[in-house]
């Protein structure tokens, strides 16, 4: 069901409490790193403090463990942000108690209050209803414009739900919805998902649920070997995940019986040790030797998994091919981001899901050549699911307000 935008809301003069994700890295003198997270969440600021809101902004910065931690203070955020609006800016050194009630009280219209780090309280983790009220006390409305952390039941994402009635969508939420809900519901066809990354357990439960639903499921990175040795296969020394091997055993027999084509790679380079300076070989994956492990998709393979993205409709993509970190090891992972680029360019929908694939892309600098980049890496995975993630479901359906 559609979800309330902040577009629709009155927020002139109004108190909006506004969870963006500003869990941005540092370096060890806490210089921002890469500030593509506090960039996201401008056009909501923007649009909020433009129509005469008086924002509050809150965000959890690493994993204090709900104590207070300098380190992780969001200082350094809130100077960036200044930098970035030409608005007044006002920081909290805390994000509940008497300052923060003050600070809210005598923000005028247009201005913006930043509050600290929510995970200095263990009540932000714990979605202590208590701390969520004390949240929700500053505020006429909230918007959540986090996406990254919409599939946790924290405090900030859901429990403050019980205390606000106008619960609404910011621009950065409604864009993801938008777009993974489209690819997952009505996408152009034929529909591909590529799905890399060093382990499975994050990706057995998102490999069936897309089953039946995807045209064509392309399996690299880590992952493959247990699918390999699901099926007899040596594979030697490389990454496995033994208590799944019955899982990927029972969706290889399933894809027999389904709709969609499950390609698994057909040739692997692999190394001797998990070192650049390591010797390589291509081999097939039937002959992987016994000493060695398997470190990237290989040419074949390669050739295999763009063939198919050249014919896709849409593409959702998550998860290297093989050990990306290390460029030895990352020609896999560069040539379906090519492919997938390349693909934009033909008129294909394509969908990087956040993490790793993010992370690849953004070093061979083409991330602006994809139709839309998550910002959630376990919120995309959960939302292709078919799961329900908390900081969605608390926010107000369109037909709870209009109807």
């Given at each position: 069901?559609?979800?309330?935008?902040?577009r629709?809301?009155?927020?002139?003069?109004?108190?909006?409490?506004?969870?963006?994700d500003?869990?941005?890295?540092?370096?060890?003198?806490?210089?921002?790193?890469d500030?593509?997270?506090?960039?996201?969440?401008?056009?909501?600021?923007?649009?909020?403090?433009g129509?005469?809101?008086?924002?509050i902004?809150?965000?959890?910065?690493?994993?204090?463990?709900g104590?207070?931690?300098?380190?992780?203070?969001?200082?350094?955020?809130?100077?960036?942000?200044a930098?970035?609006?030409?608005?007044?800016?006002?920081?909290?050194?805390?994000?509940?108690?008497?300052?923060?009630?003050?600070?809210?009280?005598?923000?005028?219209?247009?201005e913006?209050?930043?509050?600290?780090n929510?995970?200095?309280?263990?009540?932000?983790?714990?979605?202590?209803?208590?701390?969520?009220?004390?949240?929700?006390?500053?505020?006429?409305?909230?918007?959540?414009?986090?996406?990254?952390?919409?599939h946790?039941?924290?405090?900030?994402t859901?429990?403050?739900?019980?205390?606000?009635?106008?619960?609404?969508?910011g621009?950065?939420?409604?864009?993801?919805?938008k777009?993974?809900?489209?690819?997952?519901?009505?996408?152009?066809?034929?529909?591909?998902?590529?799905?890399g990354?060093?382990?499975i357990?994050?990706?057995?439960?998102?490999?069936?649920?897309?089953?039946?639903?995807?045209?064509?499921?392309?399996?690299?990175g880590?992952?493959?070997?247990?699918?390999?040795?699901?099926?007899?296969?040596?594979?030697g020394?490389?990454?496995?995940s033994?208590?799944?091997?019955?899982?990927?055993?029972?969706?290889?027999?399933?894809?027999?019986?389904?709709?969609?084509?499950?390609?698994?790679?057909?040739?692997?380079?692999?190394?001797e040790?998990?070192?650049?300076?390591?010797?390589?070989?291509?081999?097939?994956?039937a002959?992987?030797?016994?000493?060695?492990?398997g470190?990237?998709?290989?040419?074949?393979?390669?050739?295999?998994?763009?063939?198919?993205?050249?014919?896709?409709g849409?593409?959702?993509?998550?998860?290297?091919?093989?050990?990306?970190?290390?460029?030895?090891?990352a020609?896999?992972?560069?040539?379906?981001?090519?492919?997938?680029?390349?693909?934009?360019?033909?008129?294909?929908?394509?969908?990087?899901?956040?993490g790793?694939?993010?992370a690849?892309?953004?070093?061979?600098?083409?991330?602006?050549?994809?139709?839309?980049?998550?910002t959630?890496?376990?919120?995309?995975?959960?939302?292709?699911?078919?799961?329900?993630?908390?900081?969605?479901?608390a926010?107000?359906?369109?037909a709870?307000?209009?109807?």
């Amino acid at each position: 069901m559609k979800k309330l935008s902040i577009r629709d809301c009155d927020v002139k003069g109004k108190r909006v409490l506004t969870r963006v994700d500003f869990n941005v890295p540092l370096d060890s003198d806490k210089n921002i790193t890469d500030d593509t997270r506090i960039v996201e969440s401008l056009p909501t600021i923007r649009d909020i403090v433009g129509r005469g809101g008086r924002l509050i902004l809150m965000s959890h910065l690493g994993r204090p463990r709900g104590k207070r931690d300098p380190e992780l203070s969001l200082t350094p955020v809130a100077y960036r942000l200044a930098e970035l609006v030409d608005t007044p800016l006002r920081f909290a050194t805390d994000c509940i108690g008497g300052e923060v009630k003050d600070k809210a009280d005598s923000l005028a219209d247009g201005e913006i209050l930043m509050l600290e780090n929510l995970r200095f309280h263990p009540g932000e983790e714990g979605n202590d209803p208590r701390f969520a009220e004390e949240l929700a006390a500053v505020a006429d409305i909230y918007v959540n414009d986090a996406f990254g952390t919409a599939h946790r039941a924290h405090a900030s994402t859901a429990g403050v739900a019980d205390f606000i009635e106008t619960r609404a969508a910011g621009f950065l939420m409604e864009k993801e919805l938008k777009a993974l809900g489209e690819a997952l519901n009505t996408p152009k066809r034929p529909f591909v998902a590529v799905l890399g990354g060093a382990k499975i357990e994050g990706k057995i439960n998102l490999i069936k649920s897309l089953l039946g639903k995807v045209d064509v499921l392309l399996v690299g990175g880590g992952m493959m070997y247990t699918f390999f040795k699901s099926t007899g296969l040596e594979i030697g020394r490389s990454i496995v995940s033994d208590k799944y091997l019955a899982m990927c055993k029972d969706v290889l027999d399933k894809t027999k019986e389904s709709s969609s084509r499950l390609l698994l790679p057909v040739d692997t380079i692999i190394a001797e040790d998990i070192d650049d300076a390591a010797p390589t070989r291509e081999v097939s994956t039937a002959d992987i030797p016994e000493d060695w492990l398997g470190v990237d998709i290989g040419p074949k393979t390669v050739n295999l998994f763009k063939a198919a993205i050249a014919e896709a409709g849409t593409v959702f993509w998550n998860g290297p091919m093989g050990i990306f970190e290390k460029p030895n090891f990352a020609e896999g992972t560069r040539a379906i981001a090519r492919a997938v680029a390349d693909a934009t360019a033909r008129g294909t929908v394509t969908i990087v899901g956040g993490g790793d694939s993010v992370a690849a892309i953004s070093l061979m600098g083409i991330a602006d050549r994809f139709t839309h980049i998550s910002t959630g890496g376990g919120a995309s995975l959960e939302f292709m699911e078919g799961q329900a993630l908390p900081g969605v479901e608390a926010l107000c359906d369109v037909a709870e307000v209009t109807g």
